[in-house]
């Protein structure tokens, strides 16, 4: 049976609901779990009872726990008839359970019932647990006869006989509410997807059907996208639709099946001494034509163990057989130790999810065949890249031919999480007993934080008692593993550029209180250390021999999303508690087919070449494809899967050139070049459809803009649920912290700016490093900087929107002009009818706009958008404009004053080019209400359309004026500090941002 048990603290209730009738509610909570149901004891005449119970489930399934549900009922006893009326619930899906260290206490609001309602909030903290000491709670008898309420609310299980006696089977039924330190939980094991693919039959190629889409009736072909129907492991995908091959499609089913033959060397044994010495030096050399691989040496080992894997392209390969050469390291010429030779056409194919082959001891032989001493243990098949050794093995396709020097490391392809970010806020409060040098003068004193190399300070306070009052709140960003230490300095302003230290304190992370929600966090004294102390460990409570004290409110704040990228290109709205987390609404799988035309990058042997590989980013996941060196049409093939949690998110596809590639292995000093970058935004797809179009690669240069080739991908959502995708629409865009407790825009882009930095500055510690001109290009880290191109691309973008109320003045206009008598004398009758009959005027106008939708849906769009550089301005912009965009921050162009104010220009007209932007963004979300950009918002508004001039015309037109100014002027009691549904819908939808460069 399995240890791992659900936690679940019931904390404590508010502002329940009265039922007995006298104002009051005598309440208790009824937990259910995995067939198990325990219930607290009953708070008397309480409607914000505090329980502090802990209860332990059992978890017969821990695979299956993202399926299972915790609920939580509230009820009311009634003690007259030993009954229970209904108060409100709480459900919390599985997929929200985490480890204690993660849990935070957090009041979720109670639901009502189909035919009750409730109010209020329950306070619970739910984590996962595998602390063996730990055993499954007793639960409380029923409410029957033979209990009577007085007993479950007056008589604690330690005094009752009844669980006296229960106590030799069960444990105790609930735990006093404790600090839980010792219980350090592990995160349950998530099912790993394997992937397989079926080959296809080999057969002659039909060529690719390719249809042109422009992103704007000006947008040159060249620059725009291109519909395929390519041949993947699924089938022929012809208009988004799957025609299925002869044999069934596998999961992996979004690229062409490339065959590769597997060479996995294990050990060997028994080698012979090669050296005057003695001793051996091997190393193994597999070398199929042209394309050979080499693993490390072993210093004097004659059993040696490589546990290498070899993946040879079967389409490049032009011999017949496979050579496995062992070889002495020598200084001069290495020596030949003995071979394998295998016929290409005797090794069997493996098609997961067969197992994978095992390896053989095979003898050495000489160079004629003659067996030696020695054996090597290899195994050799082919496969696809769905075998689970594809990602980690060494690839020829990546290599020259005849080339080993190239450091593996640059070329596998490799999965990346980014770190769970938080914001930590710092409230400084006041500082007590500060010590100064200088006695005839008030100190001018301020609080300097710094976390990593996150610097912010409060405003500067006279303290003519040696005690200041602050009250600001500080904010920082922070990545787990928390590496570095909070340290706060009290300073002292004596004169320009000169400060004084008065004390600091160093307070690690860790010990930091976590919260979800916007409940107040209890402050605290800290003791400062003396300024000349070097002692660099956490401030301790107890160390008092230096008198000066800070007082601080310091916490995690899970109940934010970390901004980490553009918020016109967020990949991820969750907050960062866990907790908070819903379930995903679908599946995200996308298929890197391969790249064409790529532009040369760099010159080998006297030809233009380029060495690329292809970064896929979307919430946490970050994927690399695989190098493929010296090739302008390089084949990828890989595909990759996303969980979505929520369809006003954005997919970035981008390629990149690596400079990290030597002629003799990696230098690591240059800046990989970027070559363009792809963004689908999940609400513009259609489920269920496979979208393969071939995107125009566009980067803006100094020279202007340019194509630098084309990459080709195939895109497929999924939806679980289309009614839970749905009801998405009405809820609102960020964590419910953003609008309760709002950051300011400025707070907003520094720790926007912090954030990219700490996520650049892990990625790049990964193995294979992702470099940090990558992570900056993929998150639009510098798009917030001035630029007059933005600007006009921008108030283009808000004429464009303007341009439909333009031509319907001019109608108008044409009309009072008698340009068209008939249209004339129609639109007279319609205003005499409306005028007679106003109560016809909205029906009208919802059932018009609802045919507007229903006509628009036949030119509805049947690609994803793309960047188009006639809306981003780029085909026409100046040579001074190009100069003055790819200008350094600060201007390096003017002497120094001219650079103050030619850099306060800069940075006042970014603001105002956001702001344009914002405004141009409200107008097309307004215009996309109709056109079918995202199919399911469309959806959702035609039939709000149909259904609001149906029920408008059923009802008067005075009522529904009353309803909407009684909406209007309703007490304030009644709003709520969230967003409305309807408003939430329209932030939801798309806007022309994605074709944005």
Same mark, same amino acid.
């Given at each position: 049976?399995?240890?791992?048990?659900?936690?679940?603290?019931?904390?404590?209730?508010?502002?329940?609901?009265? &039922?007995?009738?006298?104002?009051?509610?005598?309440?208790?909570?009824?937990?259910?779990?995995?067939?198990?149901?325990?219930?607290?004891?009953?708070?008397?005449?309480?409607?914000?009872?505090?329980?502090?119970?802990?209860?332990?489930?059992?978890?017969?399934?821990?695979?299956?726990?993202?399926?299972?549900?915790?609920?939580?009922?509230?009820?009311?006893?009634?003690?007259?008839?030993?009954?229970?009326?209904?108060?409100?619930?709480?459900?919390?899906?599985?997929?929200?359970?985490?480890?204690?260290?993660?849990?935070?206490?957090?009041?979720?609001?109670?639901?009502?019932?189909?035919?009750?309602?409730?109010?209020?909030?329950?306070?619970?903290?739910?984590?996962?647990?595998?602390?063996?000491?730990?055993?499954?709670?007793?639960?409380?008898?029923?409410?029957?006869?033979?209990?009577?309420?007085?007993?479950?609310?007056?008589?604690?299980?330690?005094?009752?006989?009844?669980?006296?006696?229960?106590?030799?089977?069960?444990? !105790?039924?609930?735990?006093?509410?404790?600090?839980?330190?010792?219980?350090?939980?592990?995160?349950?094991?998530?099912?790993?997807?394997?992937?397989?693919?079926?080959?296809?039959?080999?057969?002659?190629?039909?060529?690719?059907?390719?249809?042109?889409?422009?992103?704007?009736?000006?947008?040159?072909?060249?620059?725009?996208? +291109?519909?395929?129907?390519?041949?993947?492991?699924?089938?022929? @995908?012809?208009?988004?639709?799957?025609?299925?091959?002869?044999?069934?499609?596998?999961?992996?089913?979004?690229?062409?099946?490339?065959?590769?033959?597997?060479?996995?060397?294990?050990?060997?044994?028994?080698?012979?001494?090669?050296?005057?010495?003695?001793?051996?030096?091997?190393?193994?050399?597999?070398?199929?034509?042209?394309?050979?691989?080499?693993?490390?040496?072993?210093?004097?080992?004659?059993?040696?163990?490589?546990?290498?894997?070899?993946?040879?392209? &079967?389409?490049?390969?032009?011999?017949?057989?496979?050579? $496995?050469?062992?070889?002495?390291?020598?200084?001069?010429?290495?020596?030949?130790?003995?071979?394998?030779?295998?016929?290409?056409?005797?090794?069997?194919?493996?098609?997961?999810?067969?197992?994978?082959?095992?390896?053989?001891?095979?003898?050495?032989?000489?160079?004629?065949?003659?067996? *030696? *001493?020695?054996?090597?243990?290899?195994?050799?098949?082919?496969?696809?890249?769905?075998?689970?050794?594809?990602?980690?093995?060494?690839?020829?396709?990546?290599?020259?031919?005849?080339?080993?020097?190239?450091?593996?490391?640059? @070329?596998?392809?490799?999965?990346?999480?980014?770190?769970?970010?938080?914001?930590?806020?710092?409230?400084?409060?006041?500082?007590?007993?500060?010590? $100064?040098?200088?006695?005839?003068?008030?100190?001018?004193?301020?609080?300097?934080?710094?976390?990593?190399?996150?610097?912010?300070?409060?405003?500067?306070?006279?303290?003519?008692?040696?005690?200041?009052?602050?009250?600001?709140?500080?904010?920082?960003?922070?990545?787990?593993?928390?590496?570095?230490?909070?340290?706060?300095?009290?300073?002292?302003?004596?004169?320009?550029?000169?400060?004084?230290?008065?004390? +600091?304190?160093?307070?690690? =992370?860790?010990?930091?209180?976590?919260?979800?929600?916007?409940?107040?966090?209890?402050?605290?004294?800290?003791?400062?250390?003396?300024?000349?102390?070097?002692?660099?460990?956490?401030? +301790?409570?107890?160390?008092?021999? !230096?008198?000066? &004290?800070?007082?601080?409110?310091?916490?995690?704040?899970?109940?934010?999303?970390?901004?980490?990228?553009?918020?016109?290109?967020?990949?991820?709205?969750?907050?960062?508690?866990?907790?908070?987390?819903?379930?995903?609404?679908?599946?995200?799988?996308?298929?890197?087919?391969?790249?064409?035309?790529?532009?040369?990058?760099?010159?080998?042997?006297?030809?233009?070449?380029?060495?690329?590989?292809?970064?896929?980013?979307?919430?946490?996941?970050?994927?690399?494809?695989?190098?493929?060196?010296?090739?302008?049409?390089?084949?990828?093939?890989?595909?990759?899967?996303?969980? $979505?949690?929520?369809?006003?998110? $954005?997919?970035?596809?981008?390629?990149?050139?690596?400079?990290?590639?030597?002629?003799?292995?990696?230098?690591?000093?240059?800046?990989?070049?970027?070559?363009?970058?792809?963004?689908?935004?999940?609400?513009?797809?259609?489920?269920?459809?496979?979208?393969?179009?071939?995107?125009?690669?566009?980067?803006?240069?100094?020279?202007?803009?340019?194509?630098?080739?084309?990459?080709?991908?195939?895109?497929?959502?999924?939806?679980?649920?289309?009614?839970?995708?749905?009801?998405?629409?009405?809820?609102?865009?960020?964590?419910?912290?953003?609008?309760?407790?709002?950051?300011?825009?400025?707070?907003?882009?520094?720790?926007?700016?912090?954030?990219?930095? @700490?996520?650049?500055?892990?990625?790049?510690?990964?193995?294979?490093?992702?470099?940090?001109?990558?992570?900056?290009?993929?998150?639009?880290?510098?798009?917030?900087?001035?630029?007059?191109?933005?600007?006009?691309?921008?108030?283009?973008?808000?004429?464009?929107?303007?341009?439909?109320?333009?031509?319907?003045?001019?109608?108008?206009?044409?009309?009072?002009?008698?340009?068209?008598? @008939?249209?004339?004398?129609?639109?007279?009758?319609?205003?005499?009818?409306?005028?007679?009959?106003?109560?016809?005027?909205?029906?009208?106008?919802?059932?018009?706009? !609802?045919?507007?939708?229903?006509?628009?849906?036949?030119?509805?769009?049947?690609?994803?958008?793309?960047?188009?550089?006639?809306?981003?301005?780029?085909?026409?912009?100046?040579?001074?404009?190009?100069?003055?965009? !790819?200008?350094?921050?600060?201007?390096?162009?003017?002497?120094?004053?001219?650079?103050?104010?030619?850099?306060?220009?800069?940075?006042?007209?970014?603001?105002?080019?956001?702001?344009?932007?914002?405004?141009?963004?409200?107008?097309?979300?307004?215009?996309?209400?109709?056109?079918?950009?995202?199919?399911?918002?469309?959806?959702?508004?035609?039939?709000?359309? =149909?259904?609001?001039?149906?029920?408008?015309?059923?009802?008067?037109?005075?009522?529904?004026?009353?309803?909407?100014?009684?909406?209007?002027?309703?007490?304030?009691?009644?709003?709520?500090?969230?967003?409305?549904?309807?408003?939430?819908?329209?932030?939801?939808?798309?806007?022309?941002?994605?074709?944005?460069?």
């Amino acid at each position: 049976m399995s240890n791992l048990k659900l936690g679940v603290e019931v904390v404590s209730a508010h502002n329940l609901l009265p &039922k007995d009738g006298q104002g009051s509610s005598s309440a208790f909570v009824e937990l259910r779990f995995d067939g198990q149901k325990f219930r607290t004891t009953i708070k008397e005449k309480d409607l914000d009872p505090v329980w502090n119970e802990t209860f332990y489930f059992n978890i017969s399934d821990p695979n299956n726990l993202s399926n299972l549900i915790l609920e939580a009922y509230v009820y009311n006893n009634t003690k007259a008839n030993r009954s229970k009326s209904f108060l409100g619930k709480v459900r919390i899906a599985g997929t929200s359970f985490v480890p204690y260290s993660d849990a935070v206490r957090l009041h979720y609001p109670l639901e009502g019932g189909i035919f009750s309602r409730s109010r209020g909030e329950l306070g619970l903290k739910v984590f996962i647990t595998d602390d063996p000491s730990i055993r499954s709670s007793n639960p409380l008898p029923a409410m029957d006869s033979s209990v009577s309420a007085d007993t479950l609310s007056t008589k604690s299980p330690a005094t009752d006989p009844k669980f006296v006696s229960d106590e030799s089977r069960h444990t !105790f039924h609930h735990l006093p509410n404790t600090s839980h330190q010792q219980h350090h939980s592990t995160p349950v094991a998530q099912q790993q997807v394997q992937y397989g693919v079926d080959e296809m039959r080999a057969g002659p190629q039909v060529p690719k059907v390719v249809r042109m889409y422009s992103g704007s009736p000006s947008q040159p072909v060249d620059y725009a996208l +291109k519909e395929t129907s390519p041949f993947l492991g699924g089938g022929q @995908i012809v208009g988004g639709r799957v025609i299925r091959a002869d044999r069934p499609a596998s999961t992996y089913d979004l690229v062409e099946p490339m065959q590769f033959l597997f060479v996995r060397i294990v050990k060997a044994r028994n080698l012979p001494s090669m050296d005057i010495t003695g001793s051996l030096d091997p190393y193994v050399e597999v070398r199929v034509g042209n394309y050979k691989g080499i693993t490390k040496h072993h210093e004097k080992k004659q059993n040696p163990e490589w546990n290498t894997v070899f993946a040879f392209s &079967k389409e490049r390969m032009q011999s017949s057989v496979l050579e $496995v050469a062992v070889k002495d390291k020598d200084m001069v010429k290495d020596d030949f130790v003995g071979m394998i030779r295998f016929d290409l056409n005797e090794v069997p194919t493996r098609v997961p999810p067969d197992s994978p082959l095992a390896p053989e001891w095979h003898w050495l032989e000489d160079k004629k065949g003659e067996k *030696k *001493k020695g054996e090597l243990m290899v195994a050799v098949w082919i496969g696809t890249q769905a075998d689970e050794a594809f990602p980690d093995a060494w690839h020829s396709d990546a290599a020259s031919p005849v080339d080993s020097s190239v450091a593996s490391t640059y @070329i596998r392809s490799k999965v990346y999480h980014s770190p769970r970010l938080w914001y930590v806020r710092v409230n400084v409060i006041e500082a007590q007993d500060l010590v $100064v040098t200088e006695r005839t003068r008030f100190p001018d004193v301020y609080v300097k934080a710094v976390i990593g190399n996150q610097l912010v300070k409060t405003k500067p306070i006279q303290a003519p008692k040696m005690n200041a009052l602050w009250n600001e709140d500080l904010m920082f960003v922070a990545a787990e593993p928390f590496e570095e230490h909070l340290i706060l300095t009290v300073e002292d302003r004596i004169g320009p550029n000169k400060d004084e230290v008065l004390g +600091k304190a160093i307070i690690p =992370l860790n010990t930091v209180e976590r919260r979800a929600d916007d409940r107040i966090v209890h402050s605290q004294w800290y003791n400062l250390q003396k300024p000349s102390s070097d002692d660099v460990e956490p401030t +301790k409570k107890d160390k008092g021999k !230096f008198a000066s &004290k800070l007082h601080l409110r310091i916490c995690l704040d899970g109940g934010y999303h970390v901004l980490d990228e553009s918020t016109q290109y967020s990949s991820d709205l969750r907050p960062t508690a866990k907790q908070l987390w819903k379930s995903s609404i679908g599946i995200l799988e996308l298929g890197i087919l391969n790249a064409d035309a790529l532009n040369p990058t760099k010159a080998r042997d006297g030809r233009g070449t380029a060495d690329t590989y292809c970064v896929a980013k979307y919430g946490h996941k970050w994927v690399r494809t695989r190098t493929i060196i010296d090739s302008l049409n390089p084949k990828y093939n890989e595909q990759y899967t996303w969980e $979505v949690f929520d369809p006003a998110t $954005v997919l970035t596809v981008g390629v990149f050139d690596s400079s990290q590639l030597g002629e003799k292995g990696s230098n690591g000093g240059n800046r990989d070049m970027r070559i363009g970058k792809v963004r689908i935004r999940i609400s513009t797809l259609e489920t269920g459809r496979v979208y393969t179009h071939s995107y125009p690669l566009l980067v803006l240069h100094p020279s202007g803009v340019k194509k630098m080739g084309e990459l080709h991908l195939a895109i497929r959502f999924s939806c679980a649920s289309m009614m839970n995708m749905m009801f998405l629409y009405s809820r609102p865009l960020l964590p419910k912290m953003h609008y309760v407790r709002p950051l300011t825009m400025a707070q907003l882009e520094m720790l926007r700016h912090q954030a990219v930095n @700490i996520v650049a500055a892990r990625l790049s510690r990964s193995e294979p490093p992702l470099r940090k001109e990558v992570v900056e290009y993929m998150t639009d880290a510098h798009s917030h900087l001035w630029s007059m191109r933005r600007s006009k691309a921008n108030f283009f973008r808000l004429m464009t929107v303007f341009n439909g109320l333009f031509a319907v003045g001019k109608w108008f206009g044409e009309v009072c002009m008698w340009r068209n008598p @008939i249209t004339t004398a129609l639109v007279h009758v319609l205003f005499v009818m409306l005028v007679c009959f106003p109560e016809l005027i909205l029906p009208t106008v919802f059932l018009y706009m !609802f045919l507007i939708g229903l006509w628009n849906y036949r030119y509805r769009p049947k690609y994803p958008p793309h960047m188009n550089m006639r809306i981003s301005y780029a085909d026409g912009v100046p040579p001074d404009e190009l100069d003055e965009e !790819f200008d350094s921050f600060p201007t390096s162009r003017a002497p120094d004053l001219v650079r103050m104010r030619y850099d306060r220009l800069r940075s006042v007209a970014g603001r105002i080019q956001t702001v344009v932007g914002d405004v141009a963004t409200q107008g097309e979300r307004v215009l996309a209400l109709l056109s079918w950009r995202d199919p399911r918002a469309t959806t959702i508004f035609v039939m709000f359309c =149909l259904v609001a001039a149906i029920v408008l015309y059923a009802t008067p037109f005075q009522v529904v004026a009353v309803i909407a100014g009684f909406y209007v002027m309703r007490h304030p009691r009644f709003r709520h500090k969230l967003p409305a549904a309807p408003l939430n819908f329209f932030r939801r939808l798309p806007a022309r941002t994605d074709s944005m460069l």
